[in-house]
């Protein structure tokens, strides 16, 4: 009687702890799973033309982790995770690439590229739909109640040819 209590208390503090250790997976915040990538690669360098942009979507992580907060998203106090996080890769004609952040700094509406909309007599901006602001290819604001040029990020192309965007490096566009 006294093997058979014991072997039902062994086997009761053995599922307890088995217990323990499955929902402390659970509460215990993991690193390796919650941490943001540090940078984004995408694709061969060859497979964006020269003067073109490409809009970049369906990208998840916490974007909280970038101070840069739009004008009007700060001083409403609205919650910037809300907003999508949208890239624009520019190939220029010199062959450099530049990465932007495709929203608007003013009013934090995302900033699609129209490749058809024409401006000052050019076909080719960044045009924000909510309030106007427009930006050029290099990410200059050129029209609207923004008051500065488009926020971007640091980008290279790596020795296999790739284009990689360090996500950590999200730099405020210039007045």
Known sequence: MALRRNL??????????????????FVWPDETFSRDPDTMNLGPADQY???SVTMISGIEFN???????????AALGWNVSDLPVVLALARHEDGRFEVFLARDTRSGCTLP??????????AGWFRD???????????????????RNMDYFDVTVNHVGEVVVDLRTLHQGAP
């Open 8 to 25: 039902l208390l062994l086997a009761t503090l053995a599922a307890g702890g088995l217990a323990m250790v499955i929902l402390a997976g």
């Open 49 to 51: 033309e020269v003067g």
């Open 63 to 73: 974007q909280d982790r970038w101070p840069l907060r739009p004008t009007l998203v």
């Open 113 to 122: 590229w129209r490749e058809t909309f024409v401006f000052e007599g050019e």
């Open 129 to 147: 739909p909510c309030h106007g602001s427009t930006y050029d290819s290099q990410g200059q604001r050129v029209f609207g109640p923004a008051r």
